[in-house]
């Protein structure tokens, strides 16, 4: 079953019952900017008909660019992508060519979540900026899993290879420092801009902290390879004994604390979205001086789950002065229509029935 | 499926264990098979069962062959100064129908893996090292692919023969091998050959 559309205006407001697929067009969207889904990591589960196959062909403008992009699921689940009639070889190679930045009401699970969360938070920003670090980042994890197996192999045959184990070290510790040098590099100036934004959105003086939270970090050493060889080297037994590395960048985090406790712990509802916003904005902002243009903005239910419209209404007023493209689900006609024309964008509204 | 006859059906099995051969296909070979002379059919089974049976790993550089020493080690023309670390069979094809090697090959029969529980151990490691003890060896160029395994593989060996001097070389990376050697086009392959780099001044690049 194909649907087409098209989408004129700066502004679409896609409006219709729940269920009746309005995610599912930022989704396709947000498929063609990241080759994949925003909302599961199975490419068979987004199919119209579970596991049969897919294809999302969308043509935009990029930079005065023509751009045909084109993700087709095989029903064998071969997964192809190809922009303007060029097949992909490496799918990560897309990254970065369509930034996005995606609102949807489940990802407060950033602030409340695991830290996995937030080191997913900050890698889908920083992918979308610099190519290297994604290798890296992609290398470092291939990496980490032959270390575990590693590991795991040295205790089932009672033999330590530590040759083996030192070149697998070295290979993880040159993906990892590049990793560990942007993340640093990167995130306190980052972090920062996503408080000020906070502050705004709040309006009062809570005094929020956010730091960027790294093992690596308690080294007070002169490169990023050396905080990591005394990081294994310290982890070394521990190591051995659990069968997995216990130390790295994939253990970092970002702590959120609100007057010096977790944010997590005593944040209200309405201060958890404050902040929510706060990060999409940022990122929004961070990613149009990277790209020299506006990403494109999908916002998915944030009137009704959020129910926070001022902030929607800054952040959709941030787009239009940026000349970006947002796409906005709501359930209800009416109140999409008066926050647009609240807004005084040029709009378009699609009704799904 | 329904056969009628359990002979059929245990040939299907059979050509269904084959790579890239579904059920559907194993029976139309099957079939095919049928249509044939028996002296035929007999021909071919026998075939492969004499290949599997009758080769030869050679005993220099494990590459497969009808001798004890295949034809490449053996060749009196081919510099056995130079010697081109591989991971497989298909390798030392590929390279070979570029025309632009005239030195030995290494056939490791593999990469260090953990994940998928290949060790040193299970690869020819242990006899290249016993090559390069010989001393006859002045250059090993490591045709290997440009993945995380092939770099774990290339420095593991690298830190097992680093009192002896060889040189160390590799075939440039960077360039698109399309992730596998074996699928590299020739012209491709025969360049990265003539260009490859000393590994003192090669980084993990993935
Ligand atoms: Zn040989």
């Known amino acids: 079953m194909f649907k087409n559309f098209e989408f004129k205006h700066k502004v679409i407001g896609i409006c219709g019952a729940n269920g009746i697929g309005k995610t599912n067009i930022l989704d396709a969207i947000w498929y063609l900017c990241f080759t994949k889904s925003y909302f599961t990591a199975i490419d068979g589960r987004i199919a119209y008909t579970p596991n049969q196959g897919f294809r999302i062909d969308g043509k935009c403008s990029i930079n005065n660019q023509a751009v045909n992009a084109v993700a087709i699921l095989r029903e064998t689940g071969k997964k192809e992508f190809s922009v303007n009639n060029d097949l992909y070889t490496r799918l990560s190679s897309h990254i970065g060519k369509m930034p996005a930045v995606m609102v949807a009401p489940d990802d407060v699970i950033i602030i409340t979540g695991g830290s996995e969360e937030r080191r997913k938070m900050i890698d889908t920003l920083i992918c979308q900026i610099d190519e290297t670090y994604m290798q890296q980042l992609m290398a470092y994890n291939k990496i980490l899993l032959q270390r575990n197996a590693l590991l795991k192999q040295f205790s089932e045959t009672g033999f330590t290879d530590n040759a083996l184990l030192h070149i697998i070290n070295t290979q993880l510790i040159t993906a990892g420092s590049y990793v560990y040098k942007l993340r640093k590099d990167f995130l306190p100036a980052y972090l920062e801009r996503i408080n000020k934004h906070y502050q705004q959105i709040s309006g009062s003086n809570e005094q929020l902290e956010l730091s960027y939270d790294t093992p690596l970090d308690v080294f007070n050493s002169k490169s990023e390879q050396d905080a990591f060889e005394l990081l294994f080297a310290q982890n070394h037994s521990r190591d051995l004994a659990m069968q997995r590395t216990n130390g790295g960048i994939h253990k970092d985090d970002i702590k959120f604390l609100l007057d010096g406790m977790p944010f997590k712990q005593i944040a209200s509802q309405g201060q958890r979205k404050s902040l929510l916003f706060a990060i999409r904005l940022t990122e929004y902002e961070l990613l149009q001086e990277y790209k020299g243009f506006a990403p494109v903005l999908l916002l998915d239910d944030v009137f009704e789950k959020l129910d926070e419209q001022r902030m929607a209404n800054l952040l959709l007023d941030v787009c239009v002065k940026k000349q970006g493209q947002v796409f906005i689900t709501d359930t209800h006609k009416g109140r999409l229509e008066a926050h647009l024309q609240n807004v005084g964008c040029d709009y378009e509204i699609i009704e799904l029935v | ?206």
């Open chain 2, 1 to 206: 499926m329904n056969y009628s006859s359990t002979l059929l059906e245990n040939a299907v099995n059979e050509l269904a264990k084959l790579p890239g051969i579904g059920r559907k296909t194993a029976l139309r070979l099957a079939l095919h098979l049928l249509k044939e002379k028996k002296e035929a059919v007999h021909l071919f089974s026998n075939t492969i069962a004499e290949m599997r049976e009758q080769i030869q790993f050679c005993s220099v550089c494990n590459n497969v062959s009808d001798t004890q020493v295949c034809n490449i080690c053996a060749s009196s023309v081919r510099k056995k100064s130079i010697v081109c670390v591989v991971e497989n069979i298909r390798d030392v094809m590929a390279i070979e129908a570029t025309q632009q090697f005239s030195g030995l090959f290494h056939v490791l029969g593999g990469l260090i893996s953990p994940l998928d529980g290949v060790g040193p151990d299970q690869l020819f490691i242990e006899s290249l090292v016993e090559r390069v003890k010989t001393g006859t060896i002045e250059e090993l160029i490591f045709a290997l692919n440009p993945n995380i395994q092939g770099d774990t593989t290339l420095f593991y060996i690298q830190k097992k023969i680093e009192s002896f001097p060889v040189k160390i070389t590799s075939l440039a990376r960077g360039i698109s091998f399309g992730g596998e050697l074996e699928y590299a086009d020739e012209f491709t392959l025969a360049k990265s050959i003539q260009n490859r780099i000393s590994i003192e001044r090669q980084k993990n690049n993935y």
